[in-house]
């Protein structure tokens, strides 16, 4: 907040500002204060969802391109990942016209033991590719002979309309959750219930008194219990056992992971009945170098507020560039879509005589928009100028994406 600091910093000759403390009012003031200096782009960081447009100051008077609401974006992804029940999750790209499938493979699935070569060939009357895999700690973007194993993460890119009958061919059944139980009921357990209640019958467990009283005034259709999250007894008596959800919310990484651990053994109906469903589990985790390691040990998706905020603020600052950057959970990738710049090394040559750099890259051309119709991308493929691209890669060669495009 000194003014000596912006000046050190040359700030009159910036373009772009980002405001990311952990104070509210900070970052806010450091916006008008970036207008009075000339920078172009305010990008804000802030927990209260009082200053959307519409409110009493909304951000255009605050002189706020783009507002970062974490905890908003981690309630809506949870929301998002709670109706796509039959997976891990399912994300939508290119407007809704390709989706990225993400599921864990098992000793049964018909996907264990094959290549992305072998499974093109087996299903070759649906358009899909194997794009990304989570294999322990590591992430591996596919080359056409790797062998899928059990217990990897797959994921998929096919085209919407072909998605539906490639999940019954996969064997994975879209069924509805009913009830779920979410532990926390801080900003983002609170707001989850909120966006939930109404369709899904919902537990939420709070340990501190004050706040679960506040919790049960209120939710108009939760049912708050305060408790201890972490005692098996406190999960049962609650219902755990008859769960189909559970989300960790609290502000402790340990905590969460743990909880989610015992979830899904309590929700695991493969223990009682044949046939029987196992539950899903979302867990919050502070610290970046978990994520990965949690996904390896039984959850199903673990979140980050700092990986979806961060997200959002490239995907405001690309936007020229890149029209939607998508981090796939568990793996260290991002879906990306993309305009081929007229010139470009991408729109010269077919995808196979690219291969190489691709593979040394990392990256996967999943699907390619041209002429009016999405096609997934084959070797033949050629990426005219303009056409709109997705893409897999991992994290650390967005910058290669770029290059090439």
Not at 62 to 69: R, T
Not at 93 to 110: C, F, H, K
Not at 146 to 157: A, G
Not at 300 to 306: E, S, W
């Amino acid at each position: 907040m000194s003014l000596s600091s912006w000046r050190a910093a040359e700030a009159e000759s910036m373009e772009l500002m980002i405001a990311a403390t952990n104070d509210d009012a900070t970052n806010m003031l450091s916006a008008l204060i970036a207008d009075r200096f000339g920078i172009e782009r305010k990008i804000v960081r802030v927990r209260s969802l009082d200053f959307e447009p519409g409110s009493v100051l909304p951000p255009e008077e605050l002189k706020i391109d783009l507002m970062v609401h974490p905890e908003e974006l981690l309630a809506q992804e949870i929301y998002r990942l709670v109706k796509r029940a039959a997976c891990n999750d399912l994300i939508d790209i290119g407007n809704g016209w390709m989706q990225v499938l993400a599921l864990r493979v098992d000793d049964q699935s018909p996907l264990v033991f094959k290549s992305p070569r072998e499974l093109s060939a087996i299903h070759d009357q649906y358009h899909f590719r194997v794009v990304a895999l989570a294999r322990g700690i590591s992430t591996i973007i596919p080359q056409a002979d790797e062998t899928i194993r059990p217990q990897d993460q797959v994921f998929i890119l096919a085209r919407r309309d072909d998605m539906e009958q490639l999940m019954k061919q996969m064997r994975i059944r879209d069924q509805g959750i009913s009830r779920m139980m979410i532990l926390g009921g801080g900003l983002v357990g609170r707001r989850v219930a909120q966006l939930l209640e109404k369709e899904i019958e919902i537990t939420l467990i709070e340990n501190k008194h004050e706040r679960a009283e506040e919790l049960a005034v209120n939710l108009e259709k939760t049912q708050v219990i305060e408790g201890d999250g972490t005692d098996a007894n406190v999960l049962v008596m609650a219902g755990m056992d008859r769960m189909e959800s559970f989300v960790a919310t609290t502000g402790d990484n340990e905590t969460n992971i743990i909880t989610c651990l015992l979830a899904k053994h309590l929700m695991n109906r493969g223990n009682r009945e044949i046939q029987g469903a196992q539950g899903k589990t979302i867990a919050l985790v502070d610290k970046e170098d978990h994520l990965v390691l949690s996904s390896t040990i039984g959850l199903d998706v673990v979140l980050n507020a700092k990986i979806s905020a961060a997200n959002e603020i490239l995907k405001f600052i690309r936007r020229s560039e890149l029209l939607s950057v998508a981090h796939l959970h568990g793996v260290d990738a991002e879906v990306v879509e993309v305009v081929a710049s007229p010139g470009s090394e991408i729109t010269r040559k077919p995808l196979k005589k690219l291969a190489s750099y691709l593979k040394k890259y990392e990256i996967i051309i999943g699907g390619i928009h041209q002429n009016g119709t999405w096609e997934i991308a084959v070797g033949a493929s050629e990426v005219q100028p303009g056409a709109r691209v997705v893409l897999v890669c991992s994290s650390r060669n967005l910058r290669n994406v770029h290059k090439l495009f």
